[in-house]
């Protein structure tokens, strides 16, 4: 079975710096691995995902994440944030497109 | 194009009542799915249905909850009766099935229920 870990619960950060979301997967078998936002009252939408070739994957609104298969590791970095960024963040891993299994999430907090 | 619509939005009940959320996907989507989202956690799959045929429903309570897609459109879950611990957002999302393909999940609004 795969699962998913968010190391971070909360990360405040100021607005225009640089910052990291952690995750962590465990999987025995290839998976698909993605990053999601959700901003309050609202449904999930697809920030990036990776599938498979380049480990370092571009999304929307500027964030990019790197897929690291040693580490078993899909960090989600933006190089300087807006308050519109602040939202709750979920990465996901999925075998072959199947079931999406997420983590607990990641609330970012784009202080002024 | 329009969205995963879910009604109602917001729904209070008090424990051991019956409750039902609806859910239309994206027109041509084939497969649908009910994910459940209590606070704090990330959501977690319910069901997955293949237009009216369920693929997993591993994670459903089958005492107190079920679902049904007979038409292969649109969907509805139900929680009979419901228990404190069903308080959540129940988030509906919806894909193509084109095999051998990636197949993006598009998800609605949420429906967010309070058991009192």
């Known amino acids: 079975a795969q699962s998913v870990t968010q190391l971070d619960s909360q990360v405040p950060v100021f607005e225009e710096a640089p910052v990291e979301l952690r995750c962590n997967y465990s999987?025995?078998?290839?998976?698909?691995l993605f990053w999601y936002v959700q901003y309050p009252n609202q449904g999930l939408q697809l920030l990036l995902k990776?599938?498979?070739?380049?480990?370092l994957v571009k999304g929307i609104n500027g964030f990019e994440a790197e897929f690291n298969k040693s580490q078993t590791s899909f960090h989600l970095r933006k190089p300087s944030v807006h308050i519109s960024d602040t939202a709750e963040y979920f990465c996901?891993?999925?075998?072959?497109?199947?079931?999406?299994?997420f983590g607990a999430g990641t609330i970012l907090r784009v202080k002024s | 194009e329009a969205g995963v619509a879910q009604s109602p939005r917001y729904k209070i009940i008090e424990k051991r009542q019956s409750v039902a959320f609806w859910c239309n996907p994206i027109?041509?989507?084939?497969?649908l799915y009910w994910y459940q989202q209590i606070l704090g956690q990330g959501p977690k799959l319910l069901i997955q249905?293949?237009?009216?045929?369920?693929?997993?429903d591993s994670q459903l309570p089958k005492d107190r909850f079920s679902a049904e897609r007979l038409k292969g459109v649109d969907s509805t879950l139900k929680i009979q009766p419901a228990k404190l611990e069903d308080s959540a957002v129940y988030l509906c999302?919806?894909?193509?099935?084109?095999?051998?393909?990636?197949?993006?999940?598009?998800f609605g609004p949420g429906t967010r229920l309070t058991v009192l």
């Open positions: 990776y599938l498979s070739g380049s480990t």
């Open positions: 999987s025995s078998v290839s998976v698909y």
């Open positions: 996901a891993v999925s075998v072959r497109g199947n079931k999406l299994v």
């Open positions: 999302a919806s894909s193509l099935k084109i095999a051998g393909e990636y197949n993006e999940q598009f």
């Open positions: 027109s041509g989507h084939a497969t």
């Open positions: 249905f293949q237009n009216n045929g369920v693929v997993d």
